[in-house]
């Protein structure tokens, strides 16, 4: 039973393109996640959600916009796809405040051509 | 900027062996945790200290924190293959957002 799943696993798409990653967690936690890892595996927060409401915010360009329609789902779409937008994108949830445990999906691997 | 830096960047260590990693962390925290990242996989957590801890233990892992220093190391005993993974850092700050800030990971290899 996967905890928190992401899909696709693998995203590879042309420049420009607008691409969306979902996210689901059945962990019935209420706070989930949007991470980026660079390919120097620095690992940084870009959006939080808890219960339905953006409580996160990174410096993030507003390209990414994340929604999420229940506390269980936190979908990432990304517009007009950058060179720079490649990286691992992981979605993470946890119960309550930021500062708990969070668990993670397995990432998804996007590659801008 | 980024809030951990973890040293050593990279350990290699005989099956067996103790491994240590330590990470040095640069404003105050509420507390902080470690995770371990599998090739090609999520992280996962594998323990959490508060900042009026100094030490915890969970199995063959040992974490020390030590505030006043902004540092913190993570002890693995008698290494195993499986152990071999990127070992990461996570703060989370006791003023403004609450929000996990990662140091760099060490990545940790056992040669069996």
């Known amino acids: 039973d996967t905890a928190v799943s992401q899909t696709p696993k693998y995203l590879v798409t042309q420049m420009g393109n607008d691409k969306s990653i979902k996210c689901e967690q059945n962990l019935g936690h209420d706070t989930m996640y949007w991470y980026k890892q660079d390919s120097k595996k620095f690992l940084k927060i870009m959006f939080s959600?808890?219960?339905?409401?953006?409580?996160i915010n990174e410096t993030v360009p507003n390209r990414f916009s994340p929604k999420s329609p229940d506390k269980a789902h936190l979908n990432l779409h990304i517009n007009s796809l950058e060179l720079g937008d490649s990286a691992v994108y992981f979605c993470?949830?946890?119960?309550?405040?930021?500062?708990?445990?969070?668990?993670f999906g397995d990432g998804t691997r996007l590659s801008i051509l | 900027s980024q809030q951990g830096e973890e040293d050593p960047q990279a350990l290699s260590i005989q099956e067996g062996e103790n491994a240590t990693m330590n990470c040095s962390y640069k404003?105050?925290?509420?507390?902080l945790q470690w995770y371990r990242q599998n090739s090609g996989r999520g992280l996962v957590h594998l323990i959490l200290?508060?900042?009026?801890?100094r030490e915890k233990h969970s199995g063959r892992l040992r974490v020390t924190l030590d505030t006043s220093k902004k540092s913190s190391s993570l002890l693995i005993t008698a290494s195993r293959a499986a152990d071999t993974a990127s070992y990461f850092c996570a703060t989370v700050a006791n003023f403004g957002n609450e929000k996990l800030t990662f140091g760099t990971g060490t990545r940790l290899t056992i040669i069996p």
């Open positions: 993470a949830s946890s119960q309550g405040s930021p500062s708990q445990p969070q668990h």
């Open positions: 959600y808890n219960n339905k409401e953006l409580i």
């Open positions: 200290i508060r900042s009026n801890e």
């Open positions: 404003t105050s925290i509420n507390n």
